[in-house]
Nanobody
Framework: QVQLVESGGGLVQAGGSLRLSCTAS????????MAWFRQAPGKEREFAAG????????YYHSSVNGRFTMTRDNAKNTVVLEMNSLKPEDTAVYYC????????????????WGQGTQVTVSS
């Protein structure tokens, strides 16, 4: 498995922006598709964004499409989630996740998880 560490969460006003980073170690990063999941208070964890192992394909939940952008830098073993036009409903703990091979949207498909980083959007 790969080890993942997230950073970049915090408190921001609605309409603002945040940048989350996830750095991986332990395995060949380019062998892994990466994703960001999020879990809001009282809700189930959901897929927010994902990027394929070679970076050629990105997927976004409909609620963040057009506002969030996910990128990866295989040389730095890092993925970044740029979040713009944030809304109070984006408030959640955001988790970085990795799976070997192609991208899948289900959390059961991911074997490696970070500890999570809190994002809070005030109205």
């Amino acid at each position: 498995q790969v080890q993942l560490v997230e950073s970049g969460g915090g408190l921001v006003q609605a309409g603002g922006s945040l940048r989350l980073s996830c750095t991986a170690s332990g395995r060949t990063f380019s062998d892994y598709s990466m994703a960001w999941f999020r879990q809001a208070p009282g809700k189930e964890r959901e897929f927010a964004a994902g990027i394929s192992w070679r970076g050629g394909t990105e997927y976004y939940h409909s609620s963040v499409n057009g506002r969030f952008t996910m990128t990866r830098d295989n040389a730095k073993n890092t993925v970044v989630l740029e979040m713009n036009s944030l809304k109070p409903e984006d408030t959640a703990v955001y988790y970085c996740a990795a799976r070997s091979g192609g991208l899948r949207p289900g959390q059961a498909d991911f074997g490696s998880w970070g500890q999570g980083t809190q994002v809070t959007v005030s109205s």
